[in-house]
C-alpha cells in the first residue's frame, strides 16, 4: 500500500494498535476510488456531559492519487472506539463512491463559482478553459457554494445527473449534485 496515513488521537501520534486498526480500513476504500495518496484520520475522545465515560469522535479525509485536493470528511461518534473508526470509514467509501466518465469525450472541467443565488439555487461557473457554464442545484446543496470556490465539474455517466466538486472553505471538497447544467 502506498497510501500514507496521517492520524492523530487528541492531537497526539496515535498508537501503534489505533493505527494497526486504521491501516487495515484503508484498503477498502481503493476499490471506491483508486489508490489513494493520503489518508488523513482524526479522533478525539470527548467527555460525555452530564454523564459518565467518554465518546469517541473520529474523522477520515482521504486524497485519491492524481487528485488535486482532498475529498469531503467523514465523521462518526461513539462509545466504542473500533464501532467509531469503522463507521467513519464506512461513511468514506459511501462518499467515495462517484460516477467516473464514460469516455474522453466527456472529461471533468474545472473552474470557479462567478456567480449564486442561494434563494433559488442558480449559479454560474467561469470555466479554467474559457467558458462558461450554468447550473441550478437544490436550495439545501446551495448552502455549501459561495461566491470564488474552486469547483470540478464531473459529467453525466449513465444514470448518474452532473456533479459539481466545490472546494468550500478550510480545504473541505463537498460533492453537490446539480437540478441542471447547460455545460
Known amino acids: 500500500m502506498s497510501c500514507k ?3 492523530s488521537c487528541d492531537g497526539e501520534p496515535c498508537r501503534a494498535e489505533t493505527l494497526d486498526r486504521i491501516a487495515g480500513h484503508v484498503p477498502a476504500l481503493e476499490p471506491a476510488c483508486g489508490p489513494l495518496a493520503v489518508c488523513r484520520v482524526v479522533v478525539e475522545m470527548r467527555h460525555k456531559h452530564h454523564g459518565f465515560g467518554r465518546e469517541v469522535s473520529v474523522s477520515v479525509t482521504i486524497r485519491p492519487e492524481g487528485s488535486p485536493s482532498f475529498m469531503p470528511s467523514s465523521n462518526a461518534v461513539h462509545d466504542s472506539m473500533e464501532t467509531a473508526l469503522g463507521n467513519a470509514f464506512a461513511a468514506a467509501l ?7 466518465p464514460a469516455s474522453d469525450e466527456a472529461p471533468t472541467r474545472s473552474g470557479h463559482i462567478v456567480h449564486f443565488e442561494n434563494m433559488g439555487g442558480a449559479g454560474v ?3 479554467d478553459d474559457g467558458g462558461k457554464v450554468d447550473f441550478a442545484v437544490t436550495t439545501e446543496e446551495g448552502t455549501r457554494l459561495h461566491i ?3 469547483a470540478w465539474l464531473m459529467p453525466a455517466v ?3 445527473r452532473p456533479q459539481l466538486l466545490v472546494c468550500a472553505g478550510r480545504g473541505q471538497v463537498v ?3 446539480l ?3 447547460n455545460g
Open 125 to 127: 461557473l467561469k470555466m
Open 158 to 160: 449513465a444514470d448518474h
Open 5 to 7: 496515513i496521517i492520524a
Open 148 to 150: 470564488g470556490d474552486k
Open 175 to 177: 460533492s453537490v449534485q
Open 94 to 100: 459511501a462518499s467515495a463512491r462517484r460516477p467516473v
Open 179 to 181: 437540478a441542471a447544467c
